[in-house]
């Protein structure tokens, strides 16, 4: 059985320019959890999907926004981007409001110049 | 509201010693516990998660964890490390709010030497 996907691995950005990160959930699995880990610090909660419906949103400003699409694959765009969103923003998939164990994709570097 | 608490941000050890990585929660309600574990510039991989039953918990990697309810914890253990265990472990807790909720704690960084 595939894991969760992202895509893509690195991505690489300059200041002010809009960033657009994608996950694919384990098959099977209809939440989506996005979050962001910067250097040195933990993992801060952004954001999580259900079946196509935003169900939480954690403290980021509100830039940072995305979608879940029907297929439960999701999208995280970040707009203006700033030199402090360089961090490693990982995603996660369970098996919908039922699901207490989230399984976590190999995550997307961004770097922003 | 429910926290957790890893109690160590850095964990140095040498090579075939026992360690244990310590993790206190606070909740009101029933809680799911879980301990994660990430490889340099790799996601979260599951470790181990207690959601009833038998307090000891055995997980991958020969990793084990006891959940202690009247202390709130969760300790990780593994009676002898190995160098390819450094990583950063983060010790999470979910709890049901009409849709599961998961908190991470700030995580603990293994440094086995050889």
């Known amino acids: 059985e595939a894991g969760v996907t992202q895509s893509p691995t690195h991505l690489i950005k300059t200041r002010g320019q809009q960033a657009t990160l994608r996950c694919s959930p384990i098959?099977?699995?209809?939440?989506v959890y996005w979050y962001q880990q910067a250097l040195g610090l933990g993992l801060q909660f952004l954001l999580w999907y259900d079946e196509g419906e935003e169900r939480n949103r954690g403290n980021f400003p509100p830039r940072f926004s995305g979608r879940q699409f029907p297929n439960y694959s999701s999208e995280l765009n970040v707009n203006a981007l700033e030199l402090e969103d360089s961090a490693l923003y990982l995603c996660a998939s369970s098996a919908g409001l039922a699901g207490y164990t989230q399984y976590f994709g190999p995550g997307t570097r961004l770097t922003v110049l | 509201a429910q926290s957790v608490t890893q109690l160590d941000s850095q964990v140095p050890v040498f090579e075939e010693a026992p360690v244990e990585l310590r993790c206190n929660y606070s909740s009101s309600v029933s809680v799911y516990l879980f301990w994660y574990v990430q490889y340099p510039n790799q996601g979260l991989q599951l470790l181990l998660k207690?959601?009833?039953?038998?307090?000891l918990v055995k997980g991958i990697n020969g990793f084990e964890a006891e959940f202690n309810k009247s202390q709130t914890s969760f300790h990780l253990r593994k009676p002898s490390v190995h160098i390819s265990d450094t990583a950063e472990y983060f010790c999470a807790v979910s709890v049901n709010t009409g849709g599961f909720k998961t908190i991470f704690g700030a995580g603990t960084r293994l440094f086995v030497k050889a």
């Open positions: 207690y959601l009833s039953g038998s307090t």
């Open positions: 098959s099977g699995h209809t939440s």
